[in-house]
């Protein structure tokens, strides 16, 4: 493993829980719409292996992605794993015969994926499962008390380590800690959208971890265009500035940017570990003003 120091360092979720905070979304190592397998096998697997080489020990998955296939591509990749490397799952969908996402926290489904990311990583403890509620970029409003009590008891039978959320909001977050701790948040969040700018200032005062997905997603053509013109003055990409912006905006934050390539994934590692100027910082930071 690579022993350069990746931008951002490290943070601590728990004493047995060190990530790195410039992690690697698994998704799009399936094939098209995250359905069926790659075209290109032993790319995706050199991609996982540059993971590792890359010194990244966060890989963020789900047993649905494929659906089993990215998981399966992860165990043959690098099982048996190395022993800082931290695989985060999520449960709470399921993938229907034509591939469409089906949101399903019923207790069988719930059980079974756990079961299903068990099986198909290859350990016989998972080492974070976030609940994933319904919605795509934003919380579906409602209790969240009963999936997450039988996620909770599935960890008391040892089968998940540590418990996180996505796609959740302030309440929802309160609810879950009532039943147990969690040590993660995973929601849409970027330079265009600042919808959970106090969540993670409040969640950064708990030690808990905040992983922004989709980190230029849902941006209007005019701030499109600032991102654009910002990176460019820079001389970088727009993706290395989102990226370097999330890093440097809270220390709790953790990057798992996806790709199915090698050169991207190592684009995507360097450009994380651009600074920022101040300047580019207060223009992105009006971006969603």
Do not use: C
Request: hydrophobic share 40%; no cysteine.
């Amino acid at each position: 493993m690579a022993t350069t120091t990746l931008p951002g360092g490290t943070y601590a979720l728990a004493d047995d829980l060190i990530l790195t905070r410039t992690g690697y979304g698994a998704m799009q190592l399936a094939g098209p719409n995250v359905f069926g397998p790659p075209a290109d096998r032993s790319a995706a697997l050199a991609v996982l292996r540059e993971v590792v080489e890359q010194g990244i020990t966060h890989i963020d998955t789900a047993d649905f992605y494929g659906p089993h296939i990215t998981n399966q591509l992860i165990r043959e990749a690098l099982h048996p794993y190395p022993e800082s490397l931290r695989i985060v799952t999520k449960i709470g969908a399921t993938r229907d015969a034509d591939g469409a996402w089906v949101h399903d926290l019923s207790g069988d489904t719930l059980r079974k994926s756990v079961h299903d990311n068990l099986r198909n990583l290859g350990v016989d403890s998972l080492d974070v499962v976030n609940l994933r509620s319904p919605g795509f970029d934003s919380p579906t409003p409602g209790s969240i008390a009963e999936p997450f009590t039988l996620l909770a008891e599935l960890q008391q039978e040892g089968l998940v380590k540590h418990l996180g959320l996505s796609t959740v909001n302030a309440e929802q977050i309160a609810e879950a800690q009532a039943i147990a701790p969690i040590v993660t948040v995973q929601n849409f969040y970027n330079i265009a959208n600042r919808q959970d700018d106090d969540l993670i200032d409040e969640l950064a005062a708990q030690g808990i971890a905040y992983v922004p997905y989709f980190p230029l997603g849902g941006f209007s053509p005019l701030q499109s265009e600032t991102l654009n013109r910002v990176a460019e003055g820079l001389g970088e990409s727009p993706m290395a500035v989102a990226l370097a912006w999330l890093l440097q905006r809270s220390p709790n934050i953790l990057l798992i940017p996806g790709t199915s390539s090698v050169a991207h994934l190592r684009e995507n590692v360097a450009g994380a570990g651009i600074q920022l100027p101040v300047d580019a910082v207060e223009e992105l930071n009006a971006i969603a003003g």
